[in-house]
């Protein structure tokens, strides 16, 4: 029964709240984003019943932070969110089921079973789209709490105050760019040299304001009389402090793959191992996304990834043909 439908700008995405405790389906997939949605539309292509579980309120993914136009997807040049609006679309014609709001806790592999916090799904097939997530900081931030890790969502939060960003990559070069002259002040912290892009580089040292440390991390985040401070740690600025306001991460992402790590092999990152086909060495679990593709991420390689697995599944599972 549908009981809830939400506004996602000028699409609706369907909520389903079912009056019971177990759901049983063809397939499940885990996971909302590119990979998971083109898993769904493949899915429905090939006559398998699915739902899709999405622990935030919108699916969509990372393709929901992306905020410049995307250029290289064969065929749509979008801006991310567009983007994802798209592909959701697509999949509302498909009449895809998505379950929004729905944290998948755990997967039992005995009895193929899945839960979230309210439901138990059972399905012959499972995909897992689970993509990736921010790496928190390593360090102690005691009581400090002004982290972020996107500058785009709480921009007005950072104007006038001392910020401190850690990472050395595209994210955190892009980020002091875009800060500048609107933060009070801008320290770069990176632990290794920094690995941006050239023409961030070129532009962040062109503004002589932005503080930058190179090999070196941030040990820990400590109070003082007025305000905080970063201490940091390596050879060119041991115990060094610097006073912050707040501190914008910007040390990358990695695999969301803790829930199925007893369940299939892992690389030593945490990327899940799969064969040509998607499948893992799990019985009925398929992997597809971000979450299985360590060097080479891309909405293509998602839905590449998606039309193999589906496939794979629809003719072993199923018996059904590709066609
Ligand atoms: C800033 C940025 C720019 C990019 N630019 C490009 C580009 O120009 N071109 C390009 O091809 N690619 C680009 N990419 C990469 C591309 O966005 C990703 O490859 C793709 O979106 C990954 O999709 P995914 O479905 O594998 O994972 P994700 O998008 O990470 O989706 C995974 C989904 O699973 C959900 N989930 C996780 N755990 C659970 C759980 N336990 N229960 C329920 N749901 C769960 C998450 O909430 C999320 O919605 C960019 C990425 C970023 C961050």
């Not at 969509?60 to 136009?69: A, D, H, M, P, S």
């Not at 503080?211 to 003082?224: K, L, P, R, Y």
């Not at 940091?232 to 991460?249: M, R």
């Not at 945490?270 to 060097?295: F, M, P």
């Amino acid at each position: 029964m549908i009981t809830e439908k939400l506004n996602y700008s000028k699409i609706y995405i369907k909520t389903y709240i079912y009056h019971m405790q177990k759901i049983s389906t063809d397939v499940i997939i885990i996971g909302g984003g590119m990979a998971g949605l083109s898993s769904a539309i493949w899915c429905k292509r090939l006559g398998l019943k699915c739902i899709v579980l999405e622990e935030n309120s919108v699916p969509g993914g990372q393709l929901n932070g992306i905020g410049f136009e995307i250029t290289d997807y064969p065929g749509r040049k979008a801006y991310g969110k567009q983007f994802a609006q798209e592909i959701c679309t697509q999949a509302e014609e498909s009449d895809v089921i998505v379950k929004t709001g729905e944290k998948v806790l755990a997967i039992d592999k005995e009895n193929h079973i899945v839960r979230t916090d309210s439901f138990e799904y059972s399905s012959r097939a499972l995909i897992y789209a689970a993509g990736l997530q921010r790496r928190a900081p390593n360090f102690d931030t005691k009581n400090f709490n002004e982290i972020y890790y996107s500058v785009s969502q709480n921009r007005e939060r950072f104007q006038n105050r001392r910020v401190v960003i850690v990472g050395g990559g595209d994210g955190a070069y892009e980020a002091a760019l875009n800060l500048h002259g609107f933060a009070a002040s801008i320290t770069i912290v990176s632990r290794s040299v920094p690995r941006a892009h050239q023409r961030f580089l070129r532009e962040v040292k062109k503004k002589k304001d932005i503080v930058i440390f190179e090999n070196t991390e941030i040990a820990q985040i400590v109070a003082g009389p007025s305000c905080f401070h970063a201490v940091l740690s390596g050879p060119e600025a041991e115990n060094f402090e610097t006073a912050i306001d707040i501190l914008l991460v910007k040390t990358g992402f990695e695999p969301n793959s803790g829930i199925v790590q007893n369940l299939c092999s892992l690389d030593a990152a945490g990327y899940i191992l799969t064969d040509s086909h998607q499948k893992t060495d799990a019985e009925r679990i398929w992997a597809v996304g971000d979450v299985c593709n360590a060097l080479y991420p891309s909405l293509s390689a998602c839905a590449g990834h998606a039309g193999v697995a589906v496939k794979n599944i629809a003719s072993t599972i199923f018996n059904k043909n590709h066609d």
